[in-house]
């Protein structure tokens, strides 16, 4: 492994390599070193396009390339699984796109896989590493909103009715849920500090995916948390969270903008106190935070548990749309 600069292999051309390869080439703690397609001039294209040195016309001949030490997998869902196990087969280190895989189950023998390979394994949700994140975690910590009672989120954006989109075909792992209802989850379960004890959903669906859906959440010490995520709504990408003395509420979230703004309100507040964490990069924040952990022979934080917790709240709410009841979670 290089002793300056963690190599990173891309397995795949799909669009968000437009956000992760421009960080790992901005990352003083990484470099891109090569990248595969399913063809050699798809690869060639996108090495050129990202000036990358070297493009397989396979993801098995970057896999067998001694010089990558990590690769980022931005393959469609259902395929995270078996090129994780893939990489870690080669020993490389893993950053999957979320989710990790399409059920719980699945996460949890994916994550002891990398275990017991000695492989660093995380998913590739940017929110988590920016800066903003950790203050806001600081104070909600230090009681600055009281106790959380009530957290909301949203994600949702109008995508076009193609049947061609992998995010409406469900062979595929497609739907609002495993896409943009990942970071609801995520966030709300971050909020609380805790994980839900039952849940409740409702869904729209088409093309034999949910295209919409919206649920409730409760804990075990009767705190609540509601959702709504999907493809048929403008863009919308906020998380409140309700304390008995104030209340947080962060515009966007999931996808930070230069400002990175977000707004406390405490009891007897004129108005909103509005807190500029300012600009930061959270993708180049993410391929530190991982490469870090390489370094360091540790698991990466966040940690694979904690792919392995929001899923199972994601199954959890998926059964509850299709059977229209309550789900405990075990």
């Given at each position: 492994?290089?002793?300056?600069?963690?190599?990173?292999?891309?397995?795949?051309?799909?669009k968000i390599n437009r956000q992760v390869v421009p960080a790992i080439k901005q990352s003083?703690?990484?470099?891109?070193?090569?990248?595969?397609?399913?063809?050699?001039?798809?690869?060639?294209?996108?090495?050129?396009?990202?000036?990358?040195?070297?493009?397989?016309?396979?993801?098995?001949?970057?896999?067998?390339?001694?010089?990558?030490?990590?690769?980022?997998?931005?393959?469609p869902n259902h395929l995270h699984a078996p090129w994780v196990r893939a990489a870690a087969?080669?020993?490389?280190?893993?950053?999957?796109?979320?989710?990790?895989?399409?059920?719980?189950?699945?996460?949890?023998?994916?994550?002891?896989?990398?275990?017991?390979?000695?492989?660093?394994?995380?998913?590739?949700?940017?929110?988590?590493?920016?800066?903003?994140?950790?203050?806001?975690?600081?104070?909600?910590?230090?009681?600055?909103?009281?106790?959380?009672?009530?957290?909301?989120?949203?994600?949702?954006?109008?995508?076009?009715?193609?049947?061609?989109?992998?995010?409406?075909?469900?062979?595929?792992?497609?739907?609002?849920?495993?896409?943009?209802?990942?970071?609801?989850?995520?966030?709300?379960?971050?909020?609380?500090?805790?994980?839900?004890?039952?849940?409740?959903?409702?869904?729209?669906?088409?093309?034999?995916?949910?295209?919409?859906?919206?649920?409730?959440?409760?804990?075990?010490?009767?705190?609540?948390?509601?959702?709504?995520?999907?493809?048929?709504?403008?863009?919308?990408?906020?998380?409140?969270?309700?304390?008995?003395?104030?209340?947080?509420?962060?515009?966007?979230?999931?996808?930070?903008?230069?400002?990175?703004?977000?707004?406390?309100?405490?009891?007897?507040?004129?108005?909103?106190?509005?807190?500029?964490?300012?600009?930061?990069?959270?993708?180049?924040?993410?391929?530190?935070?991982?490469?870090?952990?390489?370094?360091?022979?540790?698991?990466?934080?966040?940690?694979?548990?904690?792919?392995?917790?929001?899923?199972?709240?994601?199954?959890?709410?998926?059964?509850?749309?299709?059977?229209?009841?309550?789900?405990?979670?075990?």
């Amino acid at each position: 492994m290089s002793q300056t600069r963690l190599r990173w292999g891309i397995l795949g051309t799909a669009k968000i390599n437009r956000q992760v390869v421009p960080a790992i080439k901005q990352s003083a703690s990484s470099t891109a070193h090569a990248i595969a397609g399913r063809s050699l001039p798809r690869a060639q294209a996108a090495a050129q396009e990202f000036g990358i040195p070297h493009a397989y016309g396979s993801y098995e001949e970057l896999l067998a390339d001694p010089a990558v030490d990590a690769v980022y997998i931005p393959l469609p869902n259902h395929l995270h699984a078996p090129w994780v196990r893939a990489a870690a087969d080669a020993g490389k280190h893993v950053l999957c796109e979320k989710p990790l895989t399409l059920t719980a189950s699945e996460a949890r023998e994916l994550i002891d896989y990398c275990r017991a390979k000695n492989i660093r394994l995380m998913d590739g949700t940017f929110w988590p590493h920016h800066p903003r994140t950790a203050q806001m975690r600081q104070l909600l910590d230090a009681g600055r909103i009281g106790r959380v009672q009530r957290v909301n989120a949203v994600f949702t954006f109008n995508l076009p009715p193609d049947p061609g989109n992998i995010r409406l075909q469900p062979e595929m792992g497609g739907g609002s849920l495993l896409d943009v209802g990942w970071y609801c989850i995520y966030g709300i379960r971050w909020a609380m500090g805790a994980e839900p004890v039952r849940v409740w959903a409702t869904a729209q669906y088409a093309y034999g995916v949910d295209m919409f859906m919206a649920g409730q959440l409760w804990f075990a010490d009767d705190r609540t948390a509601s959702f709504e995520c999907g493809f048929t709504a403008p863009l919308r990408m906020w998380l409140e969270a309700v304390g008995t003395t104030g209340t947080l509420r962060v515009p966007h979230l999931w996808l930070a903008d230069r400002e990175a703004v977000y707004e406390v309100t405490t009891d007897g507040a004129d108005a909103p106190e509005i807190i500029r964490a300012g600009p930061a990069n959270q993708v180049v924040a993410m391929i530190d935070d991982f490469a870090a952990a390489v370094r360091a022979g540790r698991e990466a934080v966040p940690s694979p548990e904690e792919s392995y917790r929001n899923m199972r709240v994601l199954d959890a709410l998926a059964q509850s749309a299709r059977q229209e009841r309550v789900v405990a979670l075990e």
